[in-house]
């Protein structure tokens, strides 16, 4: 384990060469309640505070049809988001309401920035790797992350949780994505660090 800083890995991200047009697509991956989406909003702020220019993050769980779509949401992701953003032209999506049950009238744009972050279980995946500037997978001990799940979203999710736990960890093991990530974090750790500002390498 390694504490490491939000603001370092920002700057070697922005060394680093787009391989969507002019942007650097980055995948925070992992199982559900390791703590992928505050990674990566702690991370797109640093990378913001750097390049000066506004970070998009798309968190793939405003693009899923409902709790089936856990996985085969991808094709929409593609052509509304990664398709635009490799022409340097914007990409736009509508978001999901889990209460409504459907898919919002506002749409959301994604700048052609430097920087775009992918955020959600399977953004790392083998597909989408030869465009990603780098892949993070956190990770967090079951348990932990069950609790953080119910905790945010409240007991009722139990049933459709438990089958979308099985379902991740069967895309993990076939796509062996941990062992592909340029980075693992552990999102579980009780290492003293200051959380705003640095993580946990795992």
């Known amino acids: 384990m390694k504490v490491e800083a939000y603001a370092e890995l920002a700057d070697v991200i922005l060394s680093l060469p787009p391989k969507l047009g002019r942007t650097r697509l980055v995948a925070v991956d992992g199982p559900s309640g390791a703590g992928k989406t505050v990674f990566?909003?702690?991370?797109?702020?640093?990378?913001t505070t750097i390049d000066g220019e506004e970070t998009p993050v798309v968190h793939t769980d405003d693009l899923l049809d409902g709790w089936s779509d856990q996985l085969t949401f991808w094709p929409r992701l593609g052509t509304a988001v990664l398709a635009p953003l490799s022409k340097g032209e914007p990409g736009r999506y509508r978001r999901?309401?889990?209460?409504?049950?459907?898919?919002?009238?506002?749409?959301?744009?994604?700048?052609?920035?430097?920087?775009?972050?992918?955020?959600?279980?399977s953004t790392a995946r083998a597909e989408?790797?030869?465009?990603?500037?780098?892949?993070?997978?956190?990770?967090?001990?079951?348990?932990?992350?069950?609790?953080?799940?119910?905790?945010?979203?409240?007991?009722?999710?139990?049933?459709?949780?438990?089958?979308?736990?099985?379902?991740?960890?069967?895309?993990?093991?076939?796509?062996?994505?941990?062992?592909?990530?340029?980075?693992?974090?552990?999102?579980?750790?009780?290492?003293?660090?200051?959380?705003?500002?640095?993580?946990?390498?795992?």
């Open 40 to 47: 990566a909003e702690r991370l797109a702020r640093a990378v």
């Open 96 to 121: 999901y309401d889990w209460l409504a049950g459907d898919f919002g009238d506002s749409w959301v744009t994604v700048s052609p920035s430097p920087v775009v972050l992918l955020d959600g279980v």
């Open 128 to 202: 989408v790797r030869p465009k990603l500037t780098l892949s993070v997978f956190v990770t967090a001990p079951p348990a932990l992350r069950l609790q953080r799940a119910l905790d945010r979203d409240g007991s009722a999710i139990r049933p459709y949780l438990d089958k979308w736990r099985t379902g991740e960890d069967r895309h993990f093991a076939a796509d062996r994505t941990a062992e592909h990530a340029d980075l693992v974090v552990d999102g579980g750790s009780d290492l003293p660090h200051d959380e705003e500002t640095h993580y946990i390498r795992h």
